[in-house]
T-cell receptor, first 112, second 114 residues
Framework: NAGVTQTPKFRVLKTGQSMTLLCAQD?????MYWYRQDPGMGLRLIHY???????AKGEVPDGYNVSRLKKQNFLLGLESAAPSQTSVYFC???????????FGPGTRLTVT | AQSVTQLGSHVSVSEGALVLLRCNYS??????LFWYVQYPNQGLQLLLK??????LVKGINGFEAEFKKSETSFHLTKPSAHMSDAAEYFC????????????FGSGTRLLVRP
């Protein structure tokens, strides 16, 4: 039981490049979330999903897109990276019967 | 709307001393509250949670927190700090919109002095 996994762990992009972050969970959770963590700001919600095939915007969705084609996977895409997207990205999941969220180890992204 | 305030971005204690990390919340409905710990270069690990059962909640690694509705607080304590407790601690409340996202405080970094 791996819990929540994220790939890659680190990435450096140049401004304007694109990339996709992958989140996978093996707990059969309905809800999945993408947060970004910036110094002094805690974690902020980018996008979330309440089930396979559904996605919705969070607090800071601009510049990001997401997809949830399979229940266990939640992808976060950056179409044209900007330096303001330099951050640590965390994926989380939870079951419908609990408010507790389980977090992945994070992806550290630097955009130069 | 829900919000969380953590007083003190940095807290320093001596090994063996009491740890007290402060968290105040704002919520228009009975909240679900959490404390998470983040060790350097790692993800967030749940320490403990309050979900409207007992007001004194015990967590892992000897931590506990008390829910005080009258003070809208959920402070985290540990009687005796250990060097391994050095980490960043986040208080969070569950948002009550359709996302049920976690709304985080800005975090408190705990330093333990030998």
């Amino acid at each position: 039981n791996a819990g929540v996994t994220q790939t890659p762990k680190f990435r450096v992009l140049k401004t304007g490049q694109s990339m996709t972050l992958l989140c996978a969970q093996d707990m059969n959770h309905e809800y999945m979330y993408w947060y970004r963590q910036d110094p002094g700001m805690g974690l902020r919600l980018i996008h979330y999903s309440v089930g396979e095939g559904t996605t919705a915007k969070g607090e800071v969705p601009d510049g990001y897109n997401v997809s949830r084609l399979k229940k266990q996977n939640f992808l976060l895409g950056l179409e044209s990276a900007a330096p303001s997207q330099t951050s640590v990205y965390f994926c989380a999941s939870r079951s419908g019967g609990s408010y507790e969220q389980y977090f992945g180890p994070g992806t550290r992204l630097t955009v130069t | 709307a829900q919000s969380v305030t953590q007083l003190g971005s940095h807290v320093s204690v001596s090994e063996g001393a009491l740890v007290l990390l402060r968290c105040n919340y704002s919520s228009s409905v009975p909240p679900y509250l959490f404390w998470y710990v983040q060790y350097p270069n790692q993800g967030l690990q749940l320490l403990l949670k309050y979900t409207s059962a007992a007001t004194l909640v015990k967590g892992i690694n000897g931590f506990e927190a008390e829910f005080k509705k009258s003070e809208t607080s959920f402070h985290l304590t540990k009687p005796s700090a250990h060097m391994s407790d050095a980490a960043e601690y986040f208080c969070a409340v569950t948002g009550m919109d359709s996302s049920y996202k976690l709304i985080f405080g800005s975090g408190t970094r705990l330093l333990v002095r030998p």
